[in-house]
């Protein structure tokens, strides 16, 4: 999820869409709050692991 967020990111610049910044952004943010439960022992979505 965060390397698709950082795919649209660099996509965004050279489209020029802001949606694409937008959800790039929000990928990566996701990504990283759940890797970062993840990592913690919590379960994310009913399991142990989230990678």
């Not at 489209?15 to 990283?32: C, E, H, P, R, W």
Request: charged share 10%.
């Amino acid at each position: 999820m965060i390397t698709l967020g950082i795919v649209l990111l660099i996509l965004s610049f050279f489209v020029g869409m802001a949606v694409l910044k937008s959800l790039g952004v929000l990928l990566i943010v996701v990504g990283v709050v759940l890797a970062l439960l993840g990592g913690m022992g919590r379960s994310v979505g009913g399991r142990r692991h989230y990678w």
